[in-house]
């Protein structure tokens, strides 16, 4: 095996694993919901996600010998697009920790992951042309939410529609990295959205959930794997991973994030999506995967909804 193929097998075990994190992470935030307010958990755990990125970047910049005025400038550079990422990043979150009251981590997992759809969609309306694999690919995802979430009398459940509200805002933080991670150091970037995500998640949550930063204590342990876990060390694996592996083949791998949240729901809470449910993940798995499979391998994959993909510090 030459060491090019060596490296690109490695990039995709790291990117496979932190697909499987984040899709066990829904499990984690429906197991939180049960003890801790919706905005409560959000300010917690990505506080914990930025905390454990910053001896990362420590780290890093120890070992390449970055000067400290490079240093500053590109953690300036990060506070204001961060900010903007961070807003709509705890809108999103938001919206997705107040539905797992209300939904199962496999439907939300996979409806959240509509934003792979979302994203060239947007695309194509902005002048992009759309290859036939992607307009097959929107086209299955749609009808796959039809058969998941929504009914015989064509109504969405309550929960799966504030997830699906989440995936259109999931979508514009996705573009804002997009404009913003070319030239920005992306674990910068990652504290920074991360920070100022649980910086504005914390008044909302004085002012909206019902026992603000109670229940830490029996939420602990979705706690730790939500912020340190899923937020810091599976983005950290993908920031490593992306550095050998196919941008189509990253983008395809990260999309199986979806498939291990519905793996997780019937593993450790014993969900059941029922016939037709399982059809219409299936559906929406196959049309995620399609508008990334003809992705120019030349290009970066769309940053996904962790952070930006660029560079290592």
């Known amino acids: 095996m030459n060491p090019t193929t060596s490296r690109r097998l490695r990039a995709n075990a790291l990117l496979l694993l932190a697909s499987a994190i984040w899709g066990f992470a829904f499990v984690a935030q429906r197991v939180g919901a049960e003890s801790i307010d919706a905005f409560t958990f959000n300010t917690v755990r990505f506080a914990m996600g930025a905390a454990v990125l910053v001896p990362v970047v420590w780290w890093l910049d120890r070992r390449r010998r970055v000067p400290a005025m490079i240093r500053a400038q590109a953690t300036r550079a990060a506070l204001v697009p961060g900010l903007i990422s961070g807003a709509l990043l705890a809108v999103a979150v938001g919206m997705q920790q107040?539905?797992?009251?209300?939904?199962?981590?496999?439907?939300?997992?996979?409806?959240?992951?509509?934003?792979?759809?979302?994203?060239?969609?947007?695309?194509?309306?902005?002048?992009?042309?759309?290859?036939?694999?992607?307009?097959?690919?929107?086209?299955?995802?749609?009808?796959?939410?039809?058969?998941?979430?929504?009914?015989?009398?064509?109504?969405?459940?309550?929960?799966?529609?504030?997830?699906?509200?989440?995936?259109?805002?999931?979508?514009?933080?996705?573009?804002?990295?997009?404009?913003?991670?070319?030239?920005?150091?992306?674990?910068?970037?990652?504290?920074?959205?991360?920070?100022?995500?649980?910086?504005?998640?914390?008044?909302?949550?004085?002012?909206?959930?019902?026992?603000?930063?109670?229940?830490?204590?029996?939420?602990?342990?979705?706690?730790?794997?939500?912020?340190?876990?899923?937020?810091?060390?599976?983005y950290t694996l993908q920031v490593i991973g992306q550095r050998d592996a196919l941008a189509s083949h990253a983008a395809l791998i990260m999309s199986a994030e979806s498939v291990f949240g519905a793996l997780g729901g019937a593993l450790l809470l014993g969900e059941n999506m029922g016939p037709r449910g399982y059809f219409g993940a299936a559906l929406m798995a196959a049309g995620i995967a399609l508008t990334q499979w003809r992705m120019d391998v030349s290009h970066p994959p769309p940053a996904n909804r962790r952070g930006a993909v660029r560079s290592l510090t």
Do not use: K
């Open 98 to 234: 107040y539905a797992m009251s209300y939904t199962t981590a496999g439907n939300a997992a996979f409806i959240t992951g509509l934003y792979m759809v979302f994203v060239p969609l947007v695309a194509a309306f902005r002048g992009h042309r759309s290859s036939w694999t992607t307009i097959v690919g929107i086209g299955l995802a749609l009808v796959g939410l039809y058969f998941l979430a929504i009914g015989d009398d064509f109504q969405i459940g309550f929960g799966d529609a504030i997830v699906l509200a989440s995936a259109f805002v999931w979508t514009a933080q996705i573009l804002v990295i997009e404009h913003y991670s070319r030239r920005l150091s992306a674990l910068r970037f990652s504290i920074s959205q991360f920070a100022w995500c649980a910086v504005l998640s914390a008044p909302a949550a004085l002012l909206l959930d019902p026992r603000p930063f109670a229940g830490l204590g029996e939420g602990i342990v979705p706690l730790l794997y939500g912020g340190l876990i899923s937020v810091g060390i599976a």
